[in-house]
C-alpha cells in the first residue's frame, strides 16, 4: 500500500538527520532491499520488495539515486507494506536506461531499522509479456487449425455446414421478383469498402448478381461511397459475363447516391416506393437507418433478406425481414457462396477452434466445481 507522496516542504533538520544517520551508521540487523527491472511492462518501472524487522516503524521513507549520485527522498510509505512500485509520472520518475538505487529508512528514526542500500535497477521496456503465455498458445493453436483447413480446401476437401435459412432464401426471393416480372434491389449498406461487411457484402452481390443475370431480372444496387461503387460496378459486371450475359449488364445497376447517411436512405426509400422491388436484400454494415429501410421495404409488400455483423441493429431487422442472416450467419453466407477454398477453410477453423474452447470451458467449470481452478488459473490474463 502506498502511502502519500513525500512533502515538497520538510524540516530541514529532520531529512538532515534521516540521512546523515543512514550513511553514517550501517547497523547490524539492516535487511536487504530487493530492487529489479518491473517484469511484463513498458518500462519505466522499478519493482522493491523486501522483508520488515519485527516490529515494523510506523512508517518507512524511501530514498532513491541514480547509481553514484545522492539519495533523495520519494516517497512515504506504510510501516507494514513488503513491497512498492516506482513508476515514473513525470520528469522527476525513473526513466529508462537509468541504475537507480534505494534505501529504506525508518520514521522515526531508528538505525536499527533501517535497509541496506539495495542493487542498481535498470527499468526497461520487455519484449515479450509472459505473463500472457496463454495468448501466444491460444493463437498458436488457431493458425494452426486454421493453415490445416485452408490446405484441406485447396486440395478439394469439402465440408458440410449447417443450412442457413436465409441464405436459401436469397435463390427464392429472386424467383419471386422474376415470376413477378418486377426487379431486386440489393442494399451493401452504409460503410466504406474497407469495412469487412462491405467486402462480405460485395462476395454476395456477385452471388446475386449471377442469378438476376441467369433469370433475366432487373437488379439495382444503390451505394453509399465513391469505392463501393467502383468495386459494385466491376462485381455486377464479372457476374453478368461469368454466366455469359454480358449484353444484358446495363450502367445504370448500380448507382452511387451520397456518402450522408440520411440523404442516402431517403435516396433508397424513394427507389423502393417508386420502382417497388419484390426483393429487397439488406446485406451489410447498418445503423439507424436499418428500420427505416425495412419499414419501407415491408410497407410495399416486398420479401425481404437482411444481414449484419452490427448486433444492436439485428432486432429491427429481424421484426422487419423476413429472413435475418444473424451475425457470424453473415459471414459464413458470404464464405460459403464464394466457394473460395481460403474463405471456406477459415470457416471450418473458426467452428473448430470454437469447439475446442467449448469443451476446455466445460472442463474448466467441472474442475473448478471439484476446488482444481488449474484451467481457469492458466486462461486468466492480467
Known sequence: MVGTRFPGVLAASLLAALVATAVAVRAAAAFPLLAENTPNDRGQSVSLSWTSPTPPPARWILLRRQSGGAFAP??????????????????????????????????????????????AATPGPEWVDTAKMNVLVVLLLFFAVLFYYINQAHRGVRWKFRTIPGLIAIEEAIGRATEMGKGVLYIPGV????????????????????????????????????AVYTVADEVVKSSYQDVGRADAYQTDMVRYVTTEQFAYVAAVNGMMLRERPAANLLLGAFF????????????????????????HQMPFLVVACDYTLIGEEYFAASALLSNEALLLGSLKAADVVKLIMIVLILCGCLLMSFGHPLVAEWFATQ
Not at 510501516?79 to 520514521?107: I, N, P
Not at 466504406?192 to 467486402?199: A, E, M, P, S
Request: a negative charge; charged letters at 20%.
Open 288 to 311: 439507424a437507418e436499418s428500420l427505416l429501410l425495412a419499414e419501407t421495404g415491408h410497407s410495399i409488400g416486398a420479401i425481404q433478406i437482411a444481414g449484419t455483423a452490427n448486433v
Open 74 to 119: 520519494i516517497d512515504t510509505l506504510e510501516g507494514t507494506v513488503h513491497s512498492f512500485t516506482d513508476e515514473s509520472e513525470d520528469k522527476k520518475g525513473v526513466q529508462d536506461g537509468v541504475a537507480y538505487q534505494y534505501q529504506l529508512l525508518a520514521d522515526p528514526p531508528n538505525p536499527a531499522l533501517n535497509s541496506d542500500v539495495s542493487s
Open 191 to 226: 460503410q466504406d469498402i474497407d469495412d469487412i461487411q462491405t467486402i462480405a457484402s460485395m462476395i454476395i452481390l456477385a452471388n446475386v448478381a449471377r442469378m438476376t443475370a441467369k433469370y433475366e431480372t432487373r437488379l439495382s444496387v444503390p451505394t453509399n461511397a465513391p
